[in-house]
């Protein structure tokens, strides 16, 4: 009776096998393929979206009214230059139109002796992305040197910030969060300064301040396909225009090392960016 049930369990093991030995394995092409219509719907999706703009400032719409048909002023603040064209250009061609945009770094990025010529190259670029060299100010502070190993400290900034924000007129600020995108300390030290000087209450009531959202290492390098992740809350700017993003870091000559290239090509920021408020 034993070995006459051993049989059976034996038979059944047979049988199930024989059942997984019919299935058919998807062919590689169909693999490719679905692959290549997810990612042309990512881009379809990203190109979509790209014609939104985002509203920073409340109530102004064009030509704010009050103002004498005069736009409001919107701050992109950064730490170096080519910050903007590695990280913002989703914002700034989501605003352009709508704001009087400036741009504000906190260095000129002299990390390895070039600062004058990075200074240019930051005009270049913004210009390629619709902010004119008279709207781009850089900042060259002994206080605030580029480098991961160089303290940027709240008071410094400071000392820049607020004249800016009172001589601009500024009504918002977009810069890092508290991750840095890339996590490089002079981006964080400027989000820092940022929620330190609004809980000190040294920024005008109404000024509106926005961080650029950091993402785990899995999300950083998916490209366009950063359009179909489901919504988490706060603003968000598109673009698919990767040529215009290339032109800007083209401009960019004296940092021009290859895995530059590779982030804006597979890098989210290039095609998506997520804006939240900071408290």
């Given at each position: 009776g034993v070995q006459e049930g051993l049989g059976r369990r034996t038979e059944g093991v047979q049988h199930s096998g024989g059942a997984d030995e019919g299935a058919h394995p998807l062919p590689p092409g169909s693999v490719a393929a679905a692959l290549c219509g997810l990612?042309?719907?990512?881009?379809?999706?990203?190109?979509?979206?790209?014609?939104?703009?985002?509203?920073?400032?409340?109530?102004?719409?064009?030509e704010s009214e009050g103002r004498g048909g005069a736009k409001s002023n919107v701050l992109l603040l950064i730490a170096h230059p080519d910050d903007e064209a590695m990280f913002f250009v989703p914002t700034l061609l989501a605003i352009r139109e709508r704001y009087t945009v400036h741009v504000l770094s906190m260095s000129n990025g002299d990390f390895d002796g070039l600062g004058k010529t990075r200074e240019e190259e930051l005009r270049k670029s913004c210009s390629l992305l619709g902010v004119p060299s008279d709207r781009v100010t850089v900042v060259d502070d002994p206080g605030l040197q580029d480098g991961k190993g160089n303290h940027w400290d709240e008071e410094h900034i400071e000392f820049?910030?607020?004249?800016?924000?009172?001589?601009?007129?500024i009504e918002a600020i977009v810069s890092f969060d508290e991750?840095?995108?890339?996590?490089?300390?002079?981006?964080?030290?400027?989000?820092?300064a940022l929620v330190k000087l609004r809980k000190?209450?040294?920024?005008?009531?109404?000024?509106?301040?926005?961080?650029?959202?950091?993402?785990?290492?899995?999300?950083?390098?998916?490209?366009?396909?950063?359009?179909?992740?489901?919504?988490?809350?706060?603003?968000s700017a598109f673009s698919i225009d990767l040529p215009l993003v290339h032109r800007a870091l083209q401009a960019h000559r004296?940092?021009?090392?290859?895995?530059?290239?590779?982030?804006?090509i597979f890098g989210r920021y290039t095609?998506?960016?997520?804006?939240?408020?900071?408290?």
């Open positions: 990612l042309l719907f990512a881009i379809l999706r990203t190109w979509s979206l790209s014609r939104g703009q985002l509203s920073l400032v409340d109530g102004a719409v064009g820049h910030l607020l004249p800016f924000i009172k001589r601009e007129k991750q840095g995108v890339s996590g490089h300390p002079n981006h964080i030290a400027l989000h820092s000190a209450g040294r920024f005008p009531p109404k000024l509106r301040l926005l961080k650029l959202q950091s993402v785990p290492i899995w999300r950083k390098f998916i490209g366009p396909l950063a359009a179909l992740e489901p919504g988490a809350g706060g603003l004296s940092q021009a090392v290859w895995y530059r290239l590779l982030f804006i095609f998506a960016n997520t804006l939240r408020d900071i408290e």
